[in-house]
Each structure stands twice: as C-alpha cells, then as structure tokens.
C-alpha cells in the first residue's frame, strides 16, 4: 500500500501562488487514482481535484476550476496541485490521497483509501 507525505503549504497573501507536493512511497504510485481534499475547521473535507492514474483525465471543484491544476510525475512517485489566484477561503488543510480502483465517483472522499498527513494552506486578505 501507498504511503503518502504532503509538503507546499504556508502562508500567502489573497492572489498569490503555491504549490503543493504529494510524494508517495512504494512501487504502486501509479496504480493509483489520486485526489486533493481540503478541509476547513468545523467544515466536511471536501473535494478540490482528481487526476487519473496515467494522468490524462483530471476533475476539477468548480469552487478552484481556472485556478488549480493538478499533474503527476509517476517516475517520480509524486503528485502536485498548483494553486493560483488564491483567496482568504481557500485556507484550510489540503490532504492528498490515493484511490485503488477506477470505478466509482473520484469526487467522494469513501472512495480514497490512504490519505497523508495534511499541509496548511493560509491565505491573507
């Protein structure tokens, strides 16, 4: 099974830029659908983007459409969300997470079985 460590995260002003990483351990990175979440205090975590296991099919949250990409590096074992045009509301914890079968909705968090640690993203207004 995957082990999965985010990294990027920290504190930026509204209109600013980060980048996040996801570095998976393992062999199998690539056998994986995998998905970026965030999650705010006293909210649901909830769905940012997915991208396919090959990395030709990605979906976005219309709330981040035009603003994040996400893109993976399976030689590399690793997966990034590019975050721009950021807003006070997109501050909350963002998890990575790795999802083994392609069937089912890439959009429901069940559907993911590993899930890293988290990094904070802050956004300043």
């Known amino acids: 099974q995957v082990q999965l460590v985010e990294s990027g995260g920290g504190l930026v002003q509204a209109g600013g830029s980060l980048r996040l990483s996801c570095a998976a351990s393992?062999?199998?990175?690539?056998?994986?659908?995998m998905g970026w979440f965030r999650q705010a205090p006293g909210e649901e975590r909830e769905f940012m983007a997915s991208i396919s296991r090959s990395g030709i099919i990605t979906r976005y949250a219309d709330s981040v459409k035009g603003r994040f990409t996400i893109s993976r590096d399976n030689a590399m074992n690793t997966l990034y969300l590019q975050m721009n045009s950021l807003k006070p509301e997109d501050t909350a914890m963002y998890y990575c997470?790795?999802?083994?079968?392609?069937?089912?909705?890439?959009?429901?968090?069940?559907?993911?079985?590993?899930w890293g640690q988290g990094t904070q993203v802050t956004v300043s207004s």
């Open positions: 997470a790795a999802r083994p079968s392609p069937s089912g909705r890439d959009t429901d968090a069940n559907e993911y079985n590993t």
């Open positions: 393992g062999r199998t990175f690539s056998s994986y659908g």
